[in-house]
Nanobody, 131 residues
C-alpha cells in the first residue's frame, strides 16, 4: 500500500507564504500524477494543482483558477515527492491540504480535478491564514 506523508502546514498571516511537501513511499510514482487538494470546513474537497509526467524529465502543471499566479506545484529531485509553494495567501486559502497520487499515468486534463481519479491520499495538513 502506497503511503503519502504531507508536511509544512501551519498558521500564516494574509499575504504571507507557506510551503507544503509530500513524499510517497513508492518511488515508481515518479511518472504518475501527483497533486494537491484542499477542504475547508463545511465544503467539498477541491482541486488545487497537479503535476503530470509528459516524458523524459518534463512535467506539466495545472491549477485551479483561484490559485494561479500565487501557488506553484513542483516535483522534487526525487520525483516521488511533490511540493506546493503558496504565496500571497488569503483567508480563503484556509483548509486542510491533502496530497494525492493517481495510478493512471495518462490522466487527461479534463479529469485532473476529480478526486475520484486519485488512488492514494495523505492524511492532510492544516493550513490557517489569519491575522
Amino acid at each position: 500500500q502506497v503511503q503519502l506523508v504531507e508536511s509544512g502546514g501551519g498558521l500564516v498571516q494574509p499575504g504571507g507564504s507557506l510551503r507544503l511537501s509530500c513524499i510517497a513511499s513508492d518511488r515508481t510514482l515518479d511518472t504518475y500524477p501527483m497533486c494537491w487538494f484542499r477542504q475547508a470546513p463545511g465544503k467539498e474537497r477541491g482541486f488545487v494543482g497537479v503535476t503530470r509526467w509528459i516524458g523524459g524529465s518534463a512535467y506539466s502543471k495545472h491549477y485551479t483558477t483561484s490559485v494561479k499566479g500565487r501557488f506553484t506545484i513542483s516535483r522534487g529531485n526525487a520525483k516521488n515527492t511533490v511540493s506546493l509553494q503558496m504565496n500571497s495567501m488569503r483567508d480563503e486559502d484556509t483548509a486542510v491540504y491533502y496530497c494525492a497520487a493517481s495510478n493512471t499515468r495518462g490522466l487527461i486534463v479534463s479529469s485532473i480535478s476529480n478526486p475520484r481519479n486519485y488512488d492514494y491520499w495523505g492524511q492532510g495538513t492544516q493550513v490557517t491564514v489569519s491575522s
